[in-house]
């Protein structure tokens, strides 16, 4: 079965421009969590969507949003992007919200210039 | 407050020895969920086991298990017989899993600790 998918695998953007993420769960898993990792340090909670709702938000502007289709895939947006976004963004899928485990994707490396 | 702690930046291991990697934690909620992942140069998280805070026994996952000390707070990471595959940075995460916050089922990290093993 397929793990959890991300793309682009790569991006790099300028300052000020708009991003979006992609994400695509394990088969049957209907939560979706979005990480960011900068250089250096442990992953930080952005999101969680479970259901297509909005579950959990962790301490992001409001400059990051994002939403689950029917299909339970999942995008990332970020507006005006800053020096410091850059960093690897992570997807993890679990079966449910709350007490499951979450498998992380392979992540997508954004560098802002 | 930090609530994940990992002490341990970086550790060198020869090939067939045994490591522990530490990992304290702090939560007043009586029900969470300890997690371990693995993290390879190419990025990707790869988990590797889970204790949770009402499990009687320690974890056990192939040459992973994870020393679950409630009382001390602490939730280490033993490889046995530790491969060159093994070279990779490993996480500690904690899930709270008190129902009355906005992000339930979050995972919290350590800083993480690089595992380098040696022929």
């Known amino acids: 079965d397929a793990g959890v998918t991300q793309s682009p695998t790569h991006l790099i953007k300028t300052r000020g421009q708009h991003v979006t993420l992609r994400c695509s769960p394990i088969s049957g898993h209907k939560s979706v969590s979005w990480y960011q990792q900068v250089l250096g340090q442990g992953p930080q909670f952005i999101f969680q969507?479970?259901?297509?709702?909005?579950?959990g938000r962790g301490n992001f502007p409001d400059r990051f949003s994002a939403r689950q289709f029917p299909n339970y895939s999942s995008e990332l947006n970020v507006n005006a992007l800053l020096l410091g976004d850059s960093a690897l963004y992570l997807c993890?899928?679990?079966?449910?919200?709350?007490?499951?485990?979450?498998?992380f994707g392979p992540g997508t490396r954004l560098l802002v210039l | 407050a930090q609530k994940i702690t990992q002490t341990q930046p970086g550790m060198f291991v020869q090939e067939k020895e045994a490591v522990t990697l530490d990992c304290t934690y702090d939560t007043s909620d009586p029900s969470y969920g300890l997690f371990w992942y693995k993290q390879p140069s190419s990025g990707e998280m790869i988990f590797l086991i889970y204790q949770g805070s009402y499990d009687q026994q320690n974890a056990t996952e192939g040459r992973y298990s994870l020393n679950f000390q409630k009382a001390r707070k602490s939730a280490n990471l033993v490889i046995s017989a530790s491969q060159l595959g093994d070279s990779a940075m490993y996480f500690c995460?904690?899930?709270?899993?008190?129902?009355?916050?906005?992000?339930?089922?979050?995972?919290?990290f350590g800083a993480g600790t690089q595992v380098v093993v040696t022929p």
């Open positions: 995460a904690m899930r709270e899993d008190q129902m009355t916050t906005d992000s339930w089922g979050k995972l919290q």
């Open positions: 969507y479970y259901e297509k709702e909005e579950r």
């Open positions: 993890a899928s679990s079966l449910r919200a709350g007490q499951e485990t979450q498998y």
